[in-house]
């Protein structure tokens, strides 16, 4: 079984940055794509980023500009690095693996407050 660590978020200021980081216990070196989604209260869960194998980035268009994802390849992990963070942000942040099967982590808070 698959698991995904995730590391990071907290509580930021308004303005601030923040920095998600997901490894994955076991990757595909052929094809995966991983990414971070996130769910706000009384939202749907919602794609930030992913990225893929061939390196491809996604964002949504709500982060663009603000976010980067890359790929460790060394830790099988992505990191989410985000600034200028708004109230909006704030959100569970669930780390997402996609191969063979699919795999989500366990969710990590993320709280922008003044």
């Known amino acids: 079984q698959v698991q995904l660590v995730e590391s990071g978020g907290g509580t930021v200021s308004p303005g601030g940055s923040l920095r998600l980081s997901c490894a994955a216990s076991?990757?595909?070196?052929?094809?995966?794509?991983m990414g971070w989604y996130r769910q706000a209260p009384g939202k749907q869960r919602e794609l930030v980023a992913d990225l893929s194998k061939l390196g491809t980035p996604m964002y949504a268009d709500s982060v663009k500009g603000r976010a980067i994802i890359s790929n460790d390849n060394s830790k099988n992990a992505v990191i989410l690095e985000m600034n200028n963070l708004k109230l909006e942000d704030t959100a569970v942040y669930y780390c997402?693996?996609?191969?063979?099967?699919?795999?989500w982590g366990q969710g990590i808070q993320v709280t922008v407050s003044s």
């Open positions: 997402n693996l996609q191969q063979s099967q699919e795999y």
């Open positions: 076991e990757r595909n070196p052929n094809f995966w794509l």
